[in-house]
């Protein structure tokens, strides 16, 4: 038999937090809070603030589903206190939670065990923009800890260069600069180790950025994806081989490209990704036959100590 809701005890949705990604957070956390009450289990919004660890401990809370976005909720910190806590939550943990924050680590893991990511550099200060110049045009210049492509500009040219590096240093010290793959963008989400199905994504947008993602109604998404089966085969196998060399589990989401050659290459892994009406999670799992409220459970039981009754 599964597990059944009131194994799973009084469940804490944590989300809000304090970064960039706040707004996404309250959005994806309200949808997730409503998906499990709706199976009868005994959820809680907790909206995070710099209280959180006082709070948790004045609080009487079984386990923890995360639906934080971006610093201080997807890169370790708040599974760190968790772990501390010893209150168990959805995703990854600390580590994979880390790496999977850093677009830099996370590339140099994949470029160390032969996986295909675009040539990158780190630029930590205005004298290494020549760096990025070896890379060749056009490049993609993003902040290393940001998600939601928040901070991102696509730069054709050296005379605009500096000023994408500007715009990025405005929310990260570490600056990454990647060549610019011309082609098609994929998602590929996982969940209890299985590769859904791709999503193609098409915009009028130069990529796939905050506003294609969350605002705009132009935005395009393809599931089934497209591709011949045995081409998405071999991205969904790049996917899982890139969700595990950061020691990635419970879910997540990598983004790839795919040139013009068939070539797919991977950008960055999402270990706690959206779930609002636009995200692409939720999008795969119908597509496998899995509705919203079935996803937030199957995430939820994955956590240690919700045991089958």
Partial sequence: MGVKAEAFGRVAVLMGGLSAERAVSLKSGRAVLEALRRRGVSAEAFDVD???LSRLLGADYDRAFLILHGRGGEDGTIQGLLDLLGLPYTGSGVTASAIGMDKFRS?????????????FAMLRAEADLGAAQTLGFPLIIKPAHEGSSIGMTKVDG???????????????????A??????????????????????????????????????????????PCGLA???????QDLALQAFDAVGASGWGRV????????EPWLIEINTTPGMTDHSLVPMAARARGIDFDELVWRILEQTPGAAAS
Avoid at 163 to 176: G, I, K, M, N, Q
Avoid at 201 to 210: C, G, H, I, N, Q
């Fill in 50 to 52: 710099e209280q959180v």
């Fill in 107 to 119: 590339k140099l893991i994949w470029r160390g065990l032969g996986l295909s990511t675009p040539e």
């Fill in 158 to 176: 050296p005379e605009t260069l500096g000023e994408a590096w500007a715009l990025a240093r405005r929310y990260d010290a570490d600056v990454l």
């Fill in 178 to 223: 990647e060549r610019w793959i011309t082609g098609t963008e994929l998602t590929c989400a996982v969940l209890a180790g299985e590769a859904l199905p791709l999503i193609r994504l098409e915009t009028p947008r130069t990529f796939y950025d905050y506003e294609a993602k969350y605002g705009s109604d132009s935005t395009r998404y393809h599931c």
């Fill in 229 to 235: 089966p045995a081409l998405e085969r071999r991205v």
């Fill in 255 to 262: 983004d790839l490209m795919l040139d013009g050659q068939d």
